[in-house]
């Protein structure tokens, strides 16, 4: 007994310390006059600038655990919000094109990655935020992959970057462009990264564009579920590769190593809610309990990462989220184009 107190007195002051950068980043959120920026991105930009202001060794612990074990709760809790029926709300047009940036993502990243000298879990975190749905999916695929914080906080500046970018140019464009409001709904809910920049893109253009936007991304935001697995997959053959001599043909992959608790609970979660056998009330009160969990985990990922070394890695990320960024809004713009929607 007297051990677990220690052991939770250990981690109280890094965990108290993400909660109230979650609370902060939270409220910079809601006070901005208008949602550009989410809180998650937030909230690992104030862990990065405190750590370079103070960081006393007294929260090493906390953080360490909320970085990982809270980060993946949260991942466990994002599955009540997901259901299968949102694709066939949207639609099979949109997985068409979905489907497009995302081989255009991983595909071209792979090589860009390659191109820039990148280490491959890097080229994968950024390539996964511009194709997927930022934050969400970097802090999804990040513990599967033992990534390190230096690179999760990397992959995540690098998608806010574009995405900032995106919602700016995005109306201007599409009006260029003469899109309906439904293929422009399409382009950006595609195209641009994290939801809140979504929804912010999509509403710039008008409320019916913003809403099917809205729709296109929650059914993205989907493809977490195949490309945790195959990133899990990926990461065990590797690691097997890395401790054994021998083919890793002959050897079959750990089945918890390929599914991991956390990811177990993620698909169950999501597979109970496509059945509707979770109530909307819950499903948002969980979803919103997720979001808050895994901006703590965030802010304990930032308060854990020094610019300094962040500086190591250069400028290679960036020219990769720009390539990547760029490459999805040309397919994705190209795709509706060949599809005759625009």
Known sequence: MTTYLEK????????LAAFIIAMLAKFLEEAMPIHLIGASVLAIFIGMILNSIYKPAILNSGLKFT???????AIILLGASLSIQTILEVGKLSLIVMCATL????GGGYFVGKALGLNWKLSNLISAGTGICGGSAIAAIAPVIDAEDT???YAMSATFLFDMAMIIL???MGHALGLSDMAYGLWAG??????SSVVAAGYAYSEAAGDFATMV???RTLSIIPTVLVFAYINAKLKQKATNNESITTKKINFNSLFPYFIVGFLLLSAINSLGWIPVSLSETLKELSKFLMVMALGAIGYNTSFKEMKKSGISP??????????????????EYLMGMV
Do not use: E, Y
Request: with cysteine; aromatic share 10%; glycine share 6%.
């Open 8 to 15: 939770v007195k250990s981690l109280l002051p890094g965990f």
């Open 67 to 73: 970085s990982k074990k809270i980060l993946k709760i």
């Open 103 to 106: 081989l255009t993502c991983f």
């Open 151 to 153: 690179d999760i906080a």
């Open 170 to 172: 995005f109306p201007f």
């Open 190 to 195: 595609t195209a641009v990264n994290d939801t």
């Open 217 to 219: 991304k929650l059914t």
């Open 318 to 335: 960036m020219i990769h989220g720009f390539i990547i960024s760029a490459l999805v809004v040309i397919v994705a713009i190209g795709v």
